[in-house]
């Protein structure tokens, strides 16, 4: 539709037709719950903008034609979803898409999720999560696509933006991507979901809005507001956060929405004395969309009646949402490309699948490799044991329309492939105990499950498990946390794995066979004892509907694993916000000395670092070298470093290049990630690996809060992970 003719279909809206398109809800069907709690009239019902997780091109297109049968100037809804790691198809958490550090892989994640929704009717995704996550307590870090690395939240934004929209969002597999959550809702106090964020201006710059300007930059259409204050007002209301920083400094022209019901919530958060006032906050402050709290729907047409809100600023937010839904194309075809032969076909494709396998295992990351007991050898009995050897619960918390019936669990995966007869399984454990389960239950208001004799039964899985342990050459323990124990709402005080599942694991290492550990969570977990007691410890994340194929392409030694940790594993839970791109204190660490910064009871150190991971090939780094000691603005200076794989098995290695600014006008961090490459390395090959560094690289928001480079010397770091680089300097004169 041109401009001038979506022009005058907003002067021809009414005032309640145009609070309609700003209001969200989760269905329009009148009997269900959300519509009857959001107590809408039945005639703003048939003025909503837009619908909530309502997915499936059937059903969407039943909803969208009464709709439209009802509406009087026809303005098409919009269907948003959460397709977080897949549709249908389900990959693995973006954390793990993360660690793959290959951004083919997480486009090519992004773009089957989009394929698939899209085909079922979905015009907006709620993905990227772009939040900066340093604090492995909070449930939600799973969902972080960058993990604590600006740079890598970066690269990745803009690679899902470019997979979900691609060029034109109204073309067949691409959709509206909504960026979420501004902002720093990775940031909150304590790691407790919805917690109170408070920052410096400084740091917000620096670390947390880095991924969502990206975002932004590469055309992002929708942002969606966090549930978090920001340095004390709700980041729903935050006029400098929504409108300056946003729209005024970034050129943010898109749609913004709140997150589930977060207008409303500013009044438990203490700043609106009611409804009508937080209507009044949000919308001042910016936002378009209210999502499912009823306080745009019953207060925004008398704020504007009473003179409070001018209409100007109404007319802003739906023009909006008209031109999301123009560029989308809805008016012309309201039903987008979706319909039923397409969405079964697209659903059905075994390309899918291959494509979910083969990025899949390049998300796992190996921990641990004693004496190179991985890959196995294809001839062992292997006892298969712990209570994800046969469950299918390895999709994480977002797979609300996952295709079950599609997922393998490892038994079935490893008996195919290495015969019934070589394998000997066992439950050996629940993954929690009922008490555990009930806590977690309660705790949401859930009735409790009763479990008769739960220890006799404990007795019996372990007693299976030993038994057929001693029948194997090696054991694989599939242990990790529950599903439950990690998403929204899942903050945890304690990230060990669970007691009963250490239990296990000390009852089998008495038996003296190599344990191969392969881990099943959402988050970084505190795995001291889980690690000394294992041979073998591979990272697998929630990995998704190839999960079990993608382990074993891994463990039997087809496919190498290349993955690196995108957040630092802390020693101890007490230890967590933990990252590696920290401050030094006054008083670094220094061992044996007292009065330095550090814990009494565990090493200051990550207990793995930053960018961590290895490979069955062998990577060394050597003569690392750089152009010039001195940098300038028209001549930026390279660094190089040889790294060969010095092994007869062809591999994957991430090189990393960090930068240290040693003295600036306000502190700096330790060391910045600036660049990686992902490189393919056959047998013994030795390849020459180069960065070029720039002075952009060199910026940062100094003493006076201007984003600049400095005169002085820098440190340049070279490695397979944060932690164990090679290293060299040069200059910066600002002439
Ligand atoms: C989450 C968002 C999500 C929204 C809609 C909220 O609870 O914080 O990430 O997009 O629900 O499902």
């Not at 203490?270 to 729907?297: H, L, P, Q």
């Not at 290349?562 to 670094?588: D, E, V």
């Not at 490695?719 to 910066?732: L, M």
């Amino acid at each position: 539709m041109k401009k001038e003719k979506l022009l005058k279909l907003l002067n021809q809206m009414t005032l309640e037709e145009k609070v309609g398109q700003l209001i969200q809800i989760a269905d329009i069907d009148t009997t269900t719950g959300p519509v009857k709690k959001l107590n809408l009239s039945s005639e703003m019902l048939f003025h909503v903008g837009s619908i909530l997780n309502v997915v499936g091109s059937e059903k969407i297109r039943k909803i969208q034609k009464e709709y439209l049968s009802r509406n009087r100037l026809k303005i098409p809804l919009l269907f948003m979803a959460d397709i977080i790691n897949g549709y249908r198809t389900v990959f693995p958490i973006p954390i793990a898409q993360g660690c793959s550090w290959n951004p083919k892989v997480v486009y090519d994640c992004t773009k089957v999720s989009i394929q698939e929704a899209e085909a079922a009717g979905t015009n907006v995704n709620f993905s990227p999560m772009v939040d900066l996550v340093r604090d492995s307590r909070w449930g939600r870090v799973m969902e972080s696509i960058g993990g604590e690395d600006p740079y890598l939240g970066k690269v990745f934004a803009k690679t899902m933006i470019e997979a979900y929209q691609g060029k034109d969002i109204s073309k067949l597999g691409n959709a509206a991507a909504c960026v979420k959550h501004f902002a720093a809702y990775g940031a909150v106090e304590g790691g407790r979901d919805y917690n109170t964020v408070d920052m410096s201006e400084r740091e917000f710059r620096q670390y947390y809005l880095p991924a969502y300007q990206a975002a932004i930059e590469k055309g992002a259409e929708m942002i969606m507001t966090s549930f978090n204050t920001i340095n004390g007002i709700p980041a729903t209301v935050n006029s400098w956060l929504l409108r300056k920083v946003l729209r005024e400094e970034l050129g943010f022209q898109g749609v913004v929405i709140s997150d589930y019901s977060a207008i409303e919530e500013t009044i438990a958060h203490g700043v609106s004395k009611d409804k009508k006032e937080a209507a009044y906050k949000a919308i001042m402050a910016g936002v378009d969309i209210d999502m499912m709290s009823n306080v745009y729907a019953n207060h925004l047409k008398e704020l504007v009646e009473e003179g409070k809100v001018p209409e100007r600023i109404l007319d802003e937010s739906v023009w909006r949402v008209l031109t999301l839904k123009n560029k989308l194309g809805l008016f012309e075809n309201p039903y987008g490309n979706s319909n039923k032969e397409r969405e079964m076909k697209i659903l059905k494709s075994k390309k899918n699948l291959q494509i979910a396998r083969e990025t899949t295992s390049e998300t796992f990351v190996l921990l641990k490799n004693e004496k190179e007991v991985l890959p196995l050898k294809k001839n062992n009995k292997i006892a298969l044991i712990g209570p994800y050897a046969d469950n299918i619960a390895i999709l994480g918390s977002w797979s609300m329309f996952s295709d079950k019936s599609k997922i393998l669990t490892l038994k079935e995966v490893l008996e195919s492939r290495i015969g019934c007869e070589n394998v000997l399984y066992a439950k050996g454990s629940e993954i929690l105990k009922q008490k555990e389960i009930n806590e977690i239950l309660e705790a949401e208001g859930i009735d409790s499950i009763q479990m008769e004799n739960e220890e006799a039964k404990e007795k019996e899985y372990l007693k299976e498990a030993v038994e057929k342990a001693k029948q194997a050459d090696i054991i694989i323990l599939a242990i990790g946390e529950h599903y439950r124990q990690s998403g929204e709402a899942c903050s945890r005080a304690n990230i060990e794995i669970s007691e009963i599942q250490r239990n296990l694991l000390k009852e089998l290492t008495k038996l003296n066979k190599k344990i191969i550990t392969i881990l099943f969570n959402g988050r970084p977990l505190v795995l001291k004892e889980v690690e000394e007691k294992s041979d073998a410890l591979l990272e697998v994340w929630f990995p998704g509907t190839e999960g079990a194929n993608a382990i074993l392409d891994v463990i039997l030694g087809d496919v190498n694993p290349s993955g690196k940790l995108t957040m630092s594993f802390p020693q101890a839970t007490g230890q967590c916000p933990i990252y590696y791109n920290h401050y030094n204190t006054g008083r670094p660490h220094i061992n044996n000395v007292r009065y330095v910064s550090r814990y009494q009871d565990i090493p200051t150190e990550s207990y793995y670092p930053f960018g961590y991971g290895l490979s069955y090939s062998k990577f060394e780094y050597s003569d690392l070298k750089i152009s010039s000691n001195h940098i300038k603005e028209d001549l930026p200076i390279t660094v190089s470093i040889s790294v060969k794989n010095n092994s007869k098995i062809a591999g994957k290695e991430v090189i990393q290049l960090y930068i240290q600014d040693l003295v600036g006008s306000c502190v700096r961090p330790v060391k910045e990630l600036k660049g990686f490459k992902k490189e393919y390395f056959e047998p013994w090959e030795e390849k020459e690996i180069t960065f070029q560094i720039t002075i952009d690289m060199l910026k940062f928001w100094n003493e006076k809060l201007e984003y600049k480079a400095e005169s002085g010397e820098f440190k340049v770091f070279v490695g397979p992970n944060s932690k164990d680089t090679k290293e060299c300097r040069f200059e910066f004169i600002n002439s």
